[in-house]
């Protein structure tokens, strides 16, 4: 055992340090690696006994002695290691892009160093940098974004102190980005009861393709264009008409709609595991689920979960039935006898799955295809000069209905939304408008009153 030089903390001299802790009623050892004053590496001991801990002590000593010396992990060495230990086979495929999405990110500016030497101030700096200049084109991250990886950083490091690869959480005290313009975002980038009908006309009559084009060339009425256009058009009346995510949009079948009680059954979404734009085939997808049934293939089976192309939803509240109008029910009665008749005449049409909103090969929509052809040209042709994303038709919808009356709570419902709170917090840009419409109505009862007396 080396020589103790302190008793009260009893330091060694090899660097390293032991003490008892009343708190926990435990033993530690540490010991640090440091160059230039920054600690790179530290590692930590822990017993019941102080006779345990100098075993223990004993133990390292060796492993140094024999260059057995502690590695110095890297952060881009730690999100391996949480990767493995973490999230493999526990989260969803779209889960995992995210994750991976990020933690490139955190890796380009913090991969490289050593686990232990970020420093609080470091990860704030660069949370701002992402602030003001992250993303694609440099335009600044939205704080929502800037908190999901700040989340991720927090949750990287809370593994690394469980596994003692870190004792501390740089991360811990950093304070979430409060999205001041929110409301007012929301406000100018939704549409008004004239503008959504505006647009859904332009979508209807189709003429809005060359609308902008680069060479004004006319667009050939040739069936395959013609059923994209129908297909448009259905995609932005059920976004504005139901507030479905588009994801959901993408994932709804033929078999979700129950046109006799002017329904929607919202129950999956569709993942965005196509490759090279092309579905998974069914018929294979059935052949691997009969070999599970007779065999019991666990490799079948896992091959089979991988390629179905649809997720069920997560919560109880998401997975929903939304009521529709009538007219919005006989538009879909049109279109899937349109689509019947499309299918017939076209042999390269393959819908397997069923989709209610494919392409004109039976495809699912192409999100960022479908923005740029169809969703964009629709809003300027129809006069609309705001920037909207195809996410802002559920906002769109949610804000008219509580404009309109509609409680709180039926519209979450039709949301999706876990609870109320959750759509409050996100349109109460909306609830002043509506606050205004309850004084009209109470007018109305007051005034009714007053005649019948």
């Not at 933690?103 to 700096?125: H, L, N, Y």
């Not at 499309?342 to 479908?370: M, T, V």
Request: proline share 2%; net charge positive.
């Amino acid at each position: 055992m080396p020589k103790i030089i302190n008793q009260k903390r009893k330091y060694l001299e090899n660097g390293g340090s032991y003490y008892y802790d009343k708190k926990s009623e435990n033993w530690f050892y540490e010991y640090k690696i440091t160059k230039d004053g920054v600690t790179l590496k530290r590692k930590q001991l822990r017993a019941k006994s102080e006779s345990e801990i100098k075993r223990k002590i004993r133990d390292f000593e060796e492993e140094l002695q024999n260059g057995n010396s502690i590695q110095i992990l890297t952060f881009k060495d730690l999100v391996k290691l949480w990767y493995a230990n973490h999230t493999e086979g526990n989260v969803a495929e779209n889960t995992m892009r995210f994750y991976k999405d990020k933690t490139d990110c955190i890796c380009d500016k913090f991969g490289s160093r050593p686990v232990t030497s970020i420093r609080i101030g470091e990860i704030e700096a660069f949370l701002n940098n992402l602030s003001s200049f992250g993303g694609k084109y440099h335009q600044g991250l939205a704080p929502i974004s800037v908190n999901g990886i700040l989340k991720l950083i927090h949750n990287i490091y809370e593994f690394a102190i469980q596994h003692n690869y870190a004792t501390t959480n740089p991360a811990k005290g950093i304070r979430s980005k409060k999205d001041t313009h929110r409301n007012i975002q929301q406000d100018s980038c939704i549409l008004d009861e004239a503008e959504m009908k505006q647009v859904l006309k332009t979508a209807k009559e189709g003429k809005y393709t060359t609308f902008l084009s680069r060479k004004g060339n006319k667009v050939s009425n040739k069936d395959s264009v013609n059923y994209n256009l129908r297909v448009a058009y259905l995609t932005v009346l059920l976004g504005f008409s139901t507030g479905m995510r588009f994801g959901e949009l993408r994932g709804l079948r033929r078999e979700s709609i129950d046109i006799e009680h002017n329904k929607i059954n919202v129950t999956h979404q569709l993942l965005r595991i196509e490759i090279m734009g092309k579905m998974p085939k069914k018929t294979d997808y059935d052949k691997l689920i009969a070999k599970v049934k007779k065999t019991g293939s666990r490799k079948a089976s896992e091959k089979a979960r991988k390629m179905f192309p649809f997720k069920v939803l997560k919560t109880k509240n998401s997975k929903r039935v939304i009521d529709i109008d009538p007219m919005v029910t006989k538009e879909i009665i049109d279109f899937l006898d349109y689509q019947d008749a499309y299918a017939s005449n076209h042999s390269k049409f393959k819908n397997d799955w069923g989709l209610l909103l494919s392409n004109s090969l039976g495809q699912p929509i192409n999100e960022q295809n479908f923005r740029r052809r169809y969703f964009n040209k629709m809003l300027s042709a129809a006069g609309v000069d705001k920037r909207l994303t195809l996410h802002q038709m559920r906002h769109t919808h949610a804000s008219l209905l509580l404009n309109n009356g509609v409680d709180i709570a039926v519209v979450s419902r039709r949301l999706g939304h876990a609870n109320p709170s959750t759509t409050y917090n996100i349109y109460i840009h909306v609830l002043p408008k509506a606050a205004l419409n309850a004084g009209n109505v109470w007018s109305k009862i007051m005034n009714t009153t007053n005649n019948a007396g």
